[in-house]
């Protein structure tokens, strides 16, 4: 067996299934290996779409998506992909070729340094110049993707190391190299720490649990409920956490930070006591940090020690796994009695619910995007997967859709990937063909990956792709129209192309929804032809995402209408 | 400013160096020094010296953590390490004052490693401190190069990083354990 051929048997050891790429020279051997193996490839047109498609298969499924690119030019296309997944901690494992070891270092045609390139960009990567340490190498890439706070990782392969000869396993190759020592087991959670902000948590007046992506990661959704049921906790969750807690439980307070809600932003003032699980205190979350939850103790569980006191020291670090955090919380506040004056608290949670409601014109003249989301909402019944862009249409979408499941939410939440929707999408629709995967995209963000129609055609992949088209980058012209004395600066387009003729032309089917009365029946058509679709959703172009809390200011500091 | 000695016990690997240095720069720490060697068993230590409070340095030890490649991080102050530098010096004295650069060497217990009619290479071995005030006497005699190794770190007492603690329970004396995570 030569190096490529083993790769793709240790693929398959892995339990991959699915790889998404694009061919070039340096992988021509790796290619060649493919054919015909059972291993589905699946052809994208762009490269940075290989990573996303990865990263949107491992969302849904929890396991390393994979991707492929060639030397030079495909590896540099995957930066902006890689870089999605380390932000939001998706385990993807991506494999470069690159040109052969005899010339490396010599600017040799389609030669970058991947190596150096991708090194900030992913929780770790290789170059394999070792024939021998290729299987060895590739098995410990998959443990690290998947181990701990899950991460991208990057194998870069020159080309003379596919094509040499290598044992024909892992066991054989074993031995070769030395062992990752760090074996990714999660520690348990220090007992006497739990014992200690449990105690802090009974004696609350007004505790409220902000939860992260790292409860969908660690499966906790579950015991997070448990907790915030048994103990009277109110909860939110970030952008990356949004379906743990489905979206009418009574205890839900909604998405916290610059678009969250009233009652959560208003919660995270007031609070005593904050419990952050499986989150990272990001700046879109806490807005000005001075005056974030300012009165209260913090217990921090995350399975990352580097994330306690990164941005908020904790009062009570808990470093674990989300799941086995809150478990420990659960059993170490059973027959704790807890303060009661949390009911008031709970009543005055649900008070700021029910007198700060997400609210637009429902009247409005024109189709207004929230009315785009509610629809597919109700159409969908809530249970769709969602995969969004990134924009007004992002923060919409994580506002107005009724979220019951974890991984329902596909988004690019750190890194904030423009382009994110279609390619993330295919991954998740290939991961999960029994679903219905929608993309929510803006007009913007829609372009920016456009070319993987495509590859939707190709692989005939029933998705539903709602663009909701307002002409412009809706979130720049937002922050230019309340920050920058409305100078829409580059933010208008001009012209957008015929969003419906353009799928046609990819042979996918095109819709065009611009009468508010019309909305119900385009959504439903679109749900329910047979096929993947196209939806230009016509939307007022001057709709800003609201309420906002405006960068530097406090989470009470909103702008609500 | 305190100083604060960052000590890591690391997996020997392509690209170890740049991964410590690219993190340092990306997390916005400045570093003083930095050593590196190779210490057998496939293993490398590095010593890196940040000018910083105590937290910014501890949290500079736990985002080293979690490289995959690395083992363990300890931090220690000034007065919890054992710290060394080793720097060699080429000195020009003018003619008639060479003897005087001995004398200068013997009271810091340089010593001379080459010579040659118009210079003289000292190696001297301590603290940078001690290395900086070397330097700062020998400026009258011509300074022509000065090359510095890095500080070398290791911890005072019984303790050894990345070895498990001997004794549970004394966590205080013990280097911290890498975190089996991330």
């Known amino acids: ?561 | 400013m305190p100083v604060y000695y960052v000590m890591v016990l690391a997996r020997e690997a392509t690209g170890l160096l740049r991964r410590v240095s690219g993190l340092c720069e990306n997390r916005g720490y400045a570093l003083q020094s930095l050593s590196v060697g190779g210490i057998g068993g496939g293993m490398v230590r590095l010593g890196l010296a940040v000018d910083e409070p105590r937290e910014r340095a501890e949290r500079l030890a736990r985002q080293l953590e979690r490289l995959t490649d690395v083992m363990a991080v300890e931090v220690a102050g000034d007065h919890q390490a054992v710290r060394r530098e080793l720097a060699l010096i080429k000195v020009r004295p003018s003619p008639g004052r060479r003897s005087e650069v001995l004398q200068v060497a013997q009271v810091f217990r340089a010593r001379v490693v080459d010579a040659s009619p118009g210079t003289v290479v000292l190696e001297v071995t301590g603290t940078a401190d001690k290395i900086d005030a070397l330097l700062a006497v020998l400026q009258e005699y011509d300074v022509a190069e000065v090359a510095r190794g890095g500080v070398v770190t290791l911890r005072r007492g019984p303790a050894a990083l990345g070895a498990e603690p001997s004794e549970p329970g004394q966590p205080a004396e013990q280097p911290r354990r890498w975190s089996a995570v991330v």
């Open chain 1, 1 to 561: 067996m030569n190096g490529a051929q083993a790769l793709v048997a240790q693929l398959q050891a892995e339990g991959v299934d699915v790889v998404f790429g694009i061919p070039g020279g340096a992988v021509l051997p790796l290619y060649d290996a493919l054919y015909g193996a059972p291993l589905r490839h699946v052809l994208v047109r762009h490269e940075q779409a290989a990573a996303l498609a990865a990263d949107g298969y491992a969302r849904v499924t929890g396991r390393p998506g994979v991707c492929i690119a060639t030397s030079g030019p495909g590896a540099m296309n995957l930066v902006t992909g890689l870089a999605t997944s380390y932000m939001d901690s998706v385990p993807v494992v991506a494999i470069t070729g690159n040109v052969a070891t005899a010339v490396m270092g010599t600017d040799a045609f389609q030669e970058a340094d991947t190596f150096g390139t991708t090194m900030p960009v992913t929780k770790h990567n290789y170059l394999v110049k070792d024939p021998a340490d290729l299987l060895p190498v590739l098995a410990e890439a998959f443990e690290v993707a998947r181990s701990g706070r899950p991460g991208p990782v990057l194998v870069d392969i020159p080309k003379d190391v596919f094509l040499a000869p290598v044992g024909d396993s892992l066991a054989e190759a074993a031995g070769n190299r030395r062992p990752w020592a760090r074996n990714g087991r999660a520690p348990a959670p220090c007992e006497a720490t739990v014992a200690a902000a449990a105690r802090a948590i009974a004696g609350a007046r007004q505790p409220v649990l902000y939860a992260g992506g790292g409860v969908i990661t660690a499966g906790a959704a579950d015991v997070l409920r448990s907790l915030v049921e048994q103990a009277g906790i109110p909860v939110t969750t970030t952008l990356m956490a949004l379906g743990s807690v489905p979206v009418d439980h009574p205890l839900f307070l909604g998405m916290p930070g610059m678009h969250g809600t009233y009652a959560a932003n208003m919660a995270l003032t007031e609070t005593d006591c904050l419990i952050a699980v499986g989150a990272r205190f990001d700046d879109r979350v806490t807005g000005r940090l001075a005056e974030f939850a300012p009165q209260a103790a913090v217990i921090h569980v995350d399975i990352d020690a580097a994330e306690h006191g990164k941005i908020r020291a904790p009062q009570f670090p808990i470093v674990a796994d989300a799941r086995d955090g809150l478990e420990a919380l659960l059993k170490a506040l059973d027959g704790l009695e807890h303060n009661g004056a949390r009911r008031e608290w709970i009543q005055r949670v649900q008070s700021w619910k029910q007198e700060h409601p997400l609210e637009y014109d429902r009247s409005a003249p024109e189709i207004l995007p929230q009315a785009v989301i509610e629809e597919i909402s109700r159409a969908t019944g809530g249970d769709a997967v969602i995969v969004t862009g990134v924009g007004q249409h992002q923060m919409w979408t994580a506002m107005l859709y009724a979220w019951k499941r974890p991984r329902q939410l596909l988004t690019s939440g750190g890194l904030g990937t423009m382009g994110y929707s279609l390619p993330a999408a295919i991954g998740a629709k290939i991961a999960r063909p029994g679903d219905l995967v929608v993309c929510v995209d803006g007009d913007g963000s829609f372009q920016m990956n456009v070319q993987e129609l495509a590859t939707v055609a190709e692989q005939n992949l029933p998705l539903k792709i709602f663009i909701i088209n307002n002409g412009c980058h809706g979130m720049v012209r937002q922050w230019q129209q309340l920050f920058h004395g409305n100078r829409l600066s580059a933010s208008v387009f001009a012209g957008n192309p015929d969003f419906v003729r353009l799928a046609e032309a990819y042979g996918i089917r095109g819709l065009r929804i611009d009468d508010p009365a019309r909305l119900p029946a385009g959504v439903r058509e679109a749900l329910e032809y047979d096929g993947p679709v196209v939806v230009d959703c016509i939307v007022r172009q001057e709709e800003n995402v609201l309420p906002m809390v405006p960068p530097g200011a406090a989470l009470r500091e909103m702008i609500e209408r």
